[in-house]
């Protein structure tokens, strides 16, 4: 747009009235399609309880529209926008402190009241890590594609996750899932704001369950020849992109990127026969093979480069002790040395 069509407006510098107004008329639009939808009586919810909200919301646009849809995915309307107006906090509060009531309330609705303590306590605990997965992915996954990754159902983490439309947006089809906000993790993972240990995320422990999650599952889906190309000599920019896909599913892509970068991150320190010892024994080749077909074989050098800095001995000194036979044998056969010729 050109200038004289175009104006920068910093949110800070409007009238606080003005954001006001503005958050009350999105309300008022929102609750009156909401209330539409559930035929409820004219009027609905009231000057008072759009007042209420507007408070509520303390300037921030994402509390005004995490609570529209709080609202209208509940079984009945009316009683997500009471749950609001009791659970709201204080006038003084902050803006933050307000984001993190909405989000407390959005994460505590999704407990059912007819569950047990232990029934309880389980789901807590699932919703925990898989929510945790979600905010330290370092890339998006979509539910079957993070169900997968973390070794369970894709029918049990959408049913922890069906509650959580409000805060997450969860496409019916294989598109990655994303979080409505970013403020949404960085609430997660502070513990002075998540003040429900149900739910606040150990970001330490979260990038620890990833890398062991990453680990196993390349350590069963990885294999020689993981494409079928038995014809020697084939390259690899030669294979059809569709196929690489369908041999490397997002999941085992992920894994095969970011592993490292999870055990970095998780604070990992690694041992003689621990599990990263025993994976890189019988699959090294394996996923060197594996980031190749990806196109991605100097991030593997550079993850190499990064894993040693966190060994205990030198990985390259691992590497010339355990890999130069396997070398030697695997990688002078023709599919080996033509692979990697991108």
Not at 113 to 126: D, G, H, I, L, T
Not at 142 to 158: D, F
Request: glycine share 4%.
């Amino acid at each position: 747009m050109s200038e004289t069509e175009h104006r920068d407006f910093v949110l800070h510098n409007i009238s606080p009235s003005i954001i006001d107004h503005d958050i009350a008329i999105f309300l008022e639009y929102n609750l009156r399609l909401i209330s539409e939808e559930d035929s409820l009586d004219a009027g609905w919810p009231g000057a008072e309880a759009i007042k209420t909200l507007v408070q509520s919301a303390s300037g921030l646009f994402i509390w005004a529209a995490t609570a529209c849809r709080f609202i209208r995915e509940g079984l009945f309307a009316d009683e997500r926008l009471l749950a609001l107006l009791k659970g709201g906090a204080s006038a003084a509060a902050t803006p933050e402190e307000h984001l993190n009531e909405i989000y407390i309330t959005v994460l505590q609705s999704s407990i059912q009241a007819n569950f047990s303590q232990q029934e309880k306590e389980r789901f807590c605990s699932m919703l925990r890590e898989i929510l945790g997965s979600v905010v330290t992915l370092l890339s998006p996954l979509s539910v079957h594609s993070l169900s997968r990754l973390l070794a369970t159902s894709e029918q049990r983490a959408v049913r922890l996750l069906k509650d959580l439309h409000a805060i997450l947006d969860i496409p019916n089809n294989h598109r990655p899932l994303h979080l409505h906000h970013p403020s949404f993790r960085d609430f997660l993972l502070n513990e002075d704001r998540c003040r429900d240990s149900n739910f606040l995320v150990n970001e330490k422990l979260a990038h620890q369950t990833l890398a062991i999650r990453c680990i196993q599952l390349m350590s069963t889906s990885l294999k020689r020849d993981i494409c079928g190309v038995t014809l020697p000599g084939t390259c690899a920019t030669g294979i059809e992109q569709c196929r690489i896909e369908q041999c490397l599913p997002p999941e085992v892509s992920y894994a095969c990127l970011y592993w490292i970068q999870h055990l970095q991150n998780g604070g990992a320190q690694l041992h003689d026969n621990d599990d990263v010892h025993q994976f890189l024994q019988t699959h090294l080749l394996h996923w060197l093979e594996a980031l190749s077909w990806m196109r991605k074989i100097s991030e593997g050098i550079l993850a190499v480069t990064s894993l040693e800095s966190i060994a205990l001995v030198s990985l390259l000194e691992y590497i010339t002790r355990y890999a130069t036979n396997l070398l030697f044998r695997v990688w002078t056969a023709p599919v080996y040395t033509r692979l990697f010729m991108i």
